[in-house]
Each structure stands twice: as structure tokens, then as C-alpha cells.
């Protein structure tokens, strides 16, 4: 068998997506999702321009010698774009695997752990009791661990609270620019602090909550947050801070018994490795489209797991249906898996481009049985909606230094 073509697909039903579609020559195809929200040009070029070129005619059934020829024979290794280009083709090669063994990918993978796959939903609101009020309507739906995020009074944006603007790209208006949102950690802290206790008080002990600080503190401002929130028992929190120094986690972890979860940027095993063997995070955050694909993620997840450190991939809605594919066949069978993030029903065009039979129910994904990653994705629909220009917005102190989004 072998790879006669790949297309580069993106498509923007409201947020842009970047898609990977391997042909062969048996009429098999698989797709991958290489999306990277604001840089999805370079990735587009990446793919075309460096990797496309070498697999025309490679036997896709190579799954593992392709992953090896794009990471350790090219001597620019990592990095967000090059990871996300091998993401997608990886995610395409599972997809044809499976597809010709005519079984699921999570069954290629070594079976099922379990039956289905508990998902985390996103309560976020402009004050702390509609951030609540929110979040228990999640619980009516079924939802059993919910992640609450509240607009900080004082600060005119919070990160994850977008009020009457839909997602970022709204609030970039009709000139595509980064806007700009403003950090306060005094603010922050007193804010979220209450959040969690009247949280608390509302819903008593048995919700799993989370929060996701998106590493706007220092590493001793997230210490002494884990440390203020130890009496609201969370599932874990988020990105407390920045951990290119992987060290810094190490002096969050020392003064916390507060679960640290982290790596929803990250690209490789190196990103993770003294974070993850060291025990100074509970859950690794690691994307298939971000950090190699499945064979990537796999490899984390593998390492996380003799180390107690459980999985927990990101979910946000700048990945492709694909990747939320890849992920519950991942879910679904390591033995380390955590809980997925869910960011709630994709749009109407989104739908209408990505097709697929997973299922959400209850606070809970049902992965299908369809062979290989069980997504489709209809060419003629995405054409309609092309490719916007769109940035994550940047972040600054209130005195004008420029912070980390
Ligand atoms: O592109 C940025 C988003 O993926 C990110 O802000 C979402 O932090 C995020 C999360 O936890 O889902
Ligand atoms: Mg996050």
C-alpha cells in the first residue's frame, strides 16, 4: 500500500481548523488535526512545504518509521509547528490503520480500560453567582466535575469568561490584532478564593472542581494560591505557572497538597519529563494535535503512568473534532487515565463538517465503535467557510509589562 496523496485542508466554521487528509493508493484515507490557534499558516507550510513531499509513495501502514523519520531525522526536532505537523499526519496513519483492520483505533491501542470517559465541562461567568448558577446547570445535565472560571472585578477581561463576545475571535472585531486583557494577581486572589468556597457551600463535597489559572502567577504566588484553595478540595489546578523551568513546580508542589495538572502547551515527553518523574504534577495535560500525535501522546502517557501521574488531555474548542477523537480512543484505554476536558457541543457548521458517531451523555464521552478514528470530514462543506486571520489575545500588567497569556 501506498500514500498516492495528502491534502492540507482548513477551514474556518467559526474558529479555524487545520486538517490532514492521507490518501493511498488502496482508496483508504485518514485525518489528522494540525490545528495551532493563531500560527495555523505555519503549520500549513510546514506540511506542505518540508513533509508532504517525503511520504508520497511511503507505505502508510509505517506508522512508527514515519513518526521517527519526521522527529529524529530532521535536526530541527520539537516545537509547537513540527510537532503539530507530525501530530496530524500520525493521527491520519492510526486512522487508516484502523480503518483497514476494520477496528477502532482504541482496540490497536491494546483494548478498552474502561466504559466510558468522564469529561470535565467549563461553568464560567461576569460574577460568582453566575459562574454557580451555571455550573449547576452542568449537574443537571450529569456533569460530575465541572472547572469554574469567574470575571475578576477590577479587570475589565478574565481570561475564560467572554460575556456577551462568543470567543476571541470577536473580540478581535474586523482589524485581526491580539488584543490586549489586563492582569492583577491581588485581584485574582481574592476572587477565586471565594469562588471556591461559596462553590463549596452550594454544592458540598462529592463535585470534582477544577480551575484553570493559565499561568498567570509566579511560582510563589501559584503556591500560596494551591495552598489558599486546600480547604475547597480540588480535582486539580490548572497551569498554576509557567513551567519552561521545570523546576518552578517543584517549589508549588512543596508547600501544596493541592493536585497540579499542566502540559496543555506542551510538545514533546522532554516538556514533561523531570515534572512528570519527579511527582511534582497529578495530571498531564498533553494535546495528540500538540505533542505528536497519538504515538506522541501515547509515549507521555506511558511514562506518566509509572510514575502515578494520571492523564488529562486538553480539550478546548481550537482542537478539531479529530483530535477529540484521538483523545477518547486514547482515554478509553490507558490505565492512567484522569478525566478529559470538554468545552461543551461544537457549532452547527462545525458539525456539519466533522462527522462522527461519538457520544456525549450524561457528563460522559462514548467513544464509537467505527474503525480506525471514526471522524469524516466533508471537503465541500468546509470550502464554504475559509480561512480567517486570528490571534490569542496577550496579557500585561496593570502597569503596562508584558505577561504571560
Ligand atoms: O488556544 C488556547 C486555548 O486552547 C486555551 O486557552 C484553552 O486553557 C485552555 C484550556 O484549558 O482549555
Ligand atoms: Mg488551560
Avoid at 478525566?339 to 466533522?354: L, R
Wanted: proline share 5%; aromatic share 10%.
Amino acid at each position: 500500500m501506498k500514500i498516492s496523496e495528502i491534502k492540507v485542508l482548513v477551514t474556518c466554521p467559526g474558529r479555524n481548523f487545520v486538517t490532514v487528509k492521507i490518501v493511498t493508493d488502496a482508496g483508504v484515507y485518514g485525518l489528522g488535526d494540525a490545528t495551532i490557534n493563531g500560527r495555523e499558516q505555519a503549520v500549513i507550510a510546514c506540511l506542505n512545504e518540508h513533509v508532504v513531499p517525503c511520504l508520497i509513495d511511503r507505505d502508510p501502514q509505517d506508522i512508527e518509521d514515519i513518526w521517527q523519520y519526521l522527529y529524529r531525522g530532521v535536526y530541527w526536532r520539537r516545537g509547537p509547528i513540527g510537532m503539530a505537523a507530525i501530530a496530524a499526519i500520525d493521527m491520519a496513519l492510526w486512522d487508516i490503520k484502523g480503518k483497514i483492520a476494520g477496528l477502532p483505533v482504541y482496540q490497536l491501542l491494546g483494548g478498552r480500560s474502561r466504559k466510558s470517559v468522564t469529561l470535565y465541562a467549563h461553568a464560567n461567568g461576569e460574577t460568582i453567582d453566575e459562574t454557580l448558577e451555571n455550573a449547576a446547570a452542568l449537574m443537571d445535565q450529569g456533569f460530575k466535575a465541572i472547572r469554574l472560571q469567574s470575571a475578576i472585578p477590577g479587570l475589565p477581561v478574565t481570561y475564560g469568561v467572554l460575556g456577551e463576545q462568543k470567543d476571541y475571535f470577536e473580540l478581535q472585531g474586523n482589524r485581526p490584532l491580539p488584543p490586549e486583557e489586563e492582569w492583577s494577581t491581588k485581584k485574582y486572589y481574592k476572587l477565586v478564593v471565594e469562588l471556591f468556597k461559596k462553590a463549596r457551600e452550594k454544592f458540598g463535597p462529592d463535585v470534582h472542581l477544577l480551575h484553570d489559572v493559565h499561568s498567570r502567577l509566579t511560582p510563589i504566588e501559584a503556591a500560596r494560591l494551591s495552598k489558599l484553595l486546600e480547604p475547597y478540595d480540588l480535582m486539580f489546578l490548572e497551569d498554576a505557572c509557567i513551567a519552561e523551568n521545570q523546576d518552578s513546580f517543584k517549589l508549588v508542589r512543596n508547600h501544596t497538597v493541592t493536585p497540579l495538572a499542566i502540559g496543555e502547551t506542551f510538545n514533546s515527553i522532554w516538556d514533561c519529563k523531570e515534572l512528570i518523574q519527579n511527582q511534582w504534577i497529578d495530571y498531564i495535560r498533553a494535546a495528540a494535535t500538540h505533542a505528536g500525535g497519538i504515538t506522541g501522546l501515547r509515549r507521555i502517557i506511558d511514562f506518566a503512568a509509572i510514575h502515578d501521574v494520571k492523564s488529562a488531555p486538553h480539550g478546548a474548542p481550537d482542537l478539531s473534532p479529530i483530535c477529540f477523537a484521538a483523545h477518547m480512543h486514547l482515554d478509553s484505554w490507558a490505565p492512567n487515565f484522569g478525566i478529559q476536558e470538554y468545552s461543551g457541543a461544537v457549532n452547527e457548521q462545525t458539525a456539519k463538517i466533522f462527522k462522527h458517531a461519538h457520544e456525549v451523555n450524561d457528563g460522559t464521552a462514548f467513544v464509537s465503535d467505527a474503525p480506525g478514528l471514526g471522524v469524516d470530514f466533508d471537503e465541500e462543506a468546509a470550502a464554504e467557510y475559509p480561512y480567517k486571520r486570528s490571534y490569542l489575545p496577550v496579557s500585561r500588567l496593570e502597569d503596562g509589562t508584558m505577561w504571560h497569556w
